[in-house]
Structures are given as structure tokens and as C-alpha cells.
């Protein structure tokens, strides 16, 4: 069964930028895309990016667009968020998913494969 783990997480400054990193165990036929999750306490979780498993498009949330984007590891079966310009507001355990629906999933129902989270906290 395929595998999926993040790291990268941490305390970072308002303003600054941090890069998570998503490894997984590899991609099958019916592997669409590689998606960002983040949820704050007492919060739903939250949609923040996907790419499609060949790397070749990136369809991400409006409320990171701008600041976020999602890269394709050189790594085989790796895949970068990268967050620029943090805020406060984007303190939350982030979360790596594989889908095996077709692109562009946005739900998370769709998603098949989790990682374990990794917490981001932003400091003022």
C-alpha cells in the first residue's frame, strides 16, 4: 500500500517563508494528484493546493494563491509547498494526500493516502 509522509514543519516569523516536503512510497496507475491540507483547531480541514502526478499543473486554493505554490521534487515521488509571505493565520497542522480520482481533486474525501501532518506555527 503506498505511503505518505511530511516534514519540514516548524516555528517560523510572520513574513518569512517555509518549505514542507512530502515523500511517498510511489505513484500507481490510478494516481492523480498530490495534494496540501491544513487544518487549525476546532477547524474543518482546509484545501490548500494539488498538482497533478506528472508535475505539470498546479491548481491552488484562492486564499494561498500568491503566496503558496506546489513543486515537484527532484526525488522521484516528492512534492514541495512552498509558503512565502506567512501570516498568523496560516498556523495549522499541514497535511500531504495522494488522490486516485481524476485531476484536479479539491475534497477531501478524494484523497485516498494521508501523511501524518506536520505542525506550521507563525509567531507575530
Known amino acids: 500500500q503506498m505511503q505518505v509522509a511530511e516534514s519540514g514543519g516548524g516555528l517560523v516569523q510572520a513574513g518569512g517563508s517555509l518549505r514542507l516536503s512530502c515523500a511517498s512510497s510511489g505513484r500507481t496507475i490510478s494516481t492523480h494528484g498530490m495534494g496540501w491540507f491544513r487544518q487549525a483547531p476546532g477547524q474543518a480541514r482546509e484545501f490548500i493546493g494539488v498538482?497533478?502526478?506528472?508535475?505539470?499543473?498546479?491548481l491552488l486554493a484562492d486564499v494561498v494563491k500568491g503566496r503558496f505554490t506546489i513543486s515537484k521534487g527532484n526525488a522521484e515521488n516528492t512534492v514541495y509547498l512552498q509558503m512565502n509571505s506567512l501570516e498568523t493565520s496560516d498556523t495549522a497542522v499541514y497535511y500531504c494526500?495522494?488522490?486516485?480520482?481524476?485531476?484536479?481533486?479539491?475534497?477531501?474525501?478524494?484523497?485516498?493516502?494521508w501523511g501524518q501532518g506536520t505542525q506550521v506555527t507563525v509567531s507575530s
Open positions: 498538482m497533478n502526478w506528472r508535475g505539470t499543473d498546479v
Open positions: 494526500a495522494v488522490a486516485e480520482h481524476n485531476y484536479p481533486p479539491t475534497l477531501a474525501h478524494e484523497f485516498t493516502y
